[in-house]
């Protein structure tokens, strides 16, 4: 049932594909509705009841060309807090469609429901949409297929048919339980019980054989997948037995094609790649495998999810009850960084005259974050589970991020910022130390709901410097509202004076999730171009607010995030509108 479910979908995502393309070249409004529902599902032999979208898992995908308006009719029927985010879309002058909760809005309360609009500008390939609040993204996830405008092709050979795949994991246990019990006791959570492959844990698994993705493909065909990492808090090695991968496009963003037998993807990224099928009928089967890259000194799911690559065989009455062999990949070490790192220096922005690569050759903003994990004490007289009898923290630049209890974006629309958050972020460590090297004696680090100002237009570069405090770590960060090009990155402490010079500058990939490698820095920049609202008139600092964070769950949870919030320009098409009326409420 499951494979054949695995099946549909795909034909599905054929027959939408065939129908946008039939479709005029003019841009049109596509409407969806996601009903948020419990739905009961069955893996590894235990049934639970889990949060979903239109009681699918993974949910529904969503379809649209580039250029195309959205709306999206979220209805909560769960008994959870909910907002739905829309994971790579820029969301220009639609800030208030981004879903963050506690950021730019209140959630979705049970039984409420909000619409979300926006227009997908410059954009085509592939993004997602999940939950964003607390762990729902566990089970509230979907993929999204942004098809360039009709009549304009892929700047590749056109793939016979595209399959996205999403990556995800599954706990036995309640996600929301989870994470609650590790904020009570300050210690790590309970690791996920499988990986998935479009939500099948696949025949490594006990009881699970029946749960398997199958890809069936037709000898010398080529195929598009569409490649999302939806797993919580894993990066993911990913090859295919006995074939190679020709990736075309990071994050809905064309780059120079690049053939690899293992890719490497973080939480959050997605990729599309071609998989051109062998030219005659193999005789064979072989395993497609995803298991994770990690350098943490915690626990973790150090388990492998298969799919299985079939191919159409062409005389089926021949080998009706033959058994084929099927072949399995060798996968990387789960932490050989040299891989990740080899993989990640391929990637280049494709830079053509049709997709160029419009790098900020001149800087207005230049901040130094560190990131990395820390420590809060325990409460007198309390037990805790962290680090020395402390409790696990994260931050950027030693400030912990607290979510306020009312939406950043409409306390300020509101007027009513006091007291909900400082604009005081500080652009580089207040406390410098050798940040890969000996960790501090003093692990602790600050609350705080702080925010960096930006001013509209400004070039900004950022270099995010990972710490080995409590042992070194790839954080796979992710910026709201913006795609920025990764200009640089290296192991070790960064160099301000030498490292700069080594920066591409030229055909840096353009991304809208990045991971500071561990035990190394990444340098990034962007144009702030996405405004926020302009509420006065003399000594402004009250603005729009687009959220960056760690997009491990676990390290979120802990505060590994901040927010940027970026001034309205000076034109009426450089201010973000008033909130529609059924913005949710706190």
Not at 138 to 165: D, K, Q, R, S
Request: glycine share 8%.
């Amino acid at each position: 049932m499951a494979a054949a479910s695995s099946v549909l979908r795909c034909c599905l995502l054929v027959a939408a594909l065939m129908t946008l393309s039939a479709m005029g070249a003019e841009a049109i409004t596509r409407q969806y509705l996601f009903d948020v529902q419990t739905t009961s599902v069955t893996r590894l032999c235990s049934t639970k009841s889990i949060v979903t979208v239109n009681g699918q898992y993974p949910g529904p995908t969503l379809f649209a060309r580039e250029g195309d308006h959205v709306e999206v009719t979220v209805v909560n029927h769960s008994p959870y807090n909910m907002s739905i985010h829309w994971h790579g879309i820029r969301q220009l002058l639609s800030g208030w469609a981004d879903g963050p909760s506690y950021i730019t809005q209140c959630p979705i309360q049970p039984g409420g429901s909000y619409v979300y609009r926006f227009t997908i500008t410059g954009q085509r390939g592939t993004l997602w949409w999940h939950a964003h609040i607390s762990w729902l993204r566990a089970t509230v996830h979907g993929p999204m297929v942004i098809l360039p405008p009709a009549g304009v092709g892929y700047p590749f050979p056109a793939p016979h048919e595209e399959v996205p795949i999403m990556f995800g994991e599954w706990w036995n246990n309640d996600t929301e339980a989870v994470i609650s019990q590790a904020l009570q006791t300050g210690g790590g959570p309970n690791i996920s019980d499988a990986y998935t492959l479009n939500g099948l844990p696949g025949p490594l698994y006990n009881c699970s054989a029946q749960d398997t993705f199958k890809l069936k493909v037709k000898p010398g065909k080529t195929y598009m997948l569409r490649l999302i990492n939806a797993a919580l808090n894993d990066e993911l090695f990913f090859s295919i037995a006995n074939h190679t991968l020709t990736v075309v496009d990071v994050d809905a963003l064309y780059v120079k094609p690049f053939t690899v037998d293992t890719l490497i993807i973080a939480p959050g990224q997605t990729s599309n790649v071609l998989l051109t099928a062998k030219p005659t009928y193999p005789g064979a089967s072989y395993y497609m495998l995803a298991r994770p890259y990690t350098t943490t000194q915690g626990t973790f799911d150090n388990t492998t999810v298969a799919g299985v690559l079939e191919y159409d065989d062409p005389c089926p009455t021949t080998a009706a009850g033959k058994i084929v062999p099927i072949f399995s990949p060798t996968l990387p070490q789960i932490n050989d960084t040299n891989a990740v790192s080899n993989f990640t220096a391929k990637l280049r922005s494709l830079a053509s005259a049709g997709y160029p690569a419009a790098v900020p050759q001149q800087v207005d903003h230049r901040f130094f974050f560190t990131v990395g994990l820390g420590t809060h004490p325990c409460a007198v007289n309390g037990t805790c589970q962290g680090p020395n009898g402390s409790r696990f923290a994260a931050s950027i630049n030693n400030v912990s991020f607290v979510l306020p209890a009312t939406a950043l974006l409409q306390s300020h629309f509101a007027g009513k910022s006091k007291g909900v958050y400082a604009s005081n972020f500080p652009y580089y460590p207040l406390n410098p130390f050798n940040y890969t090297g000996t960790p501090p004696n003093n692990t602790n680090v600050m609350n705080g709901t702080k925010v960096l100002v930006l001013p509209y237009g400004a070039n900004v570069e950022l270099v995010m410097q990972d710490t080995s405090i409590l042992g070194a770590e790839s954080h796979p960060l992710h910026l709201h509202g913006f795609n920025f090009f990764v200009v640089g990155q290296g192991f070790g402490n960064f160099d301000p004076i030498n490292d700069p010079a080594k920066f591409n500058l030229y055909d840096p990939v353009e991304r809208n999730t990045v991971g500071v490698p561990a035990g190394g820095w990444v340098a990034i920049r962007f144009h702030a171009d996405n405004p926020g609202i302009y509420l006065c008139r003399y000594d402004c600092t009250i603005s729009g607010v687009w959220f960056m964070h760690c997009h491990l769950e676990v390290h979120m949870s802990w505060g590994l995030k901040m927010a940027w919030l970026v001034l309205d320009g000076s034109r009426p098409d450089q201010k973000l509108p008033p909130p529609p009326l059924d913005l949710p409420k706190c």
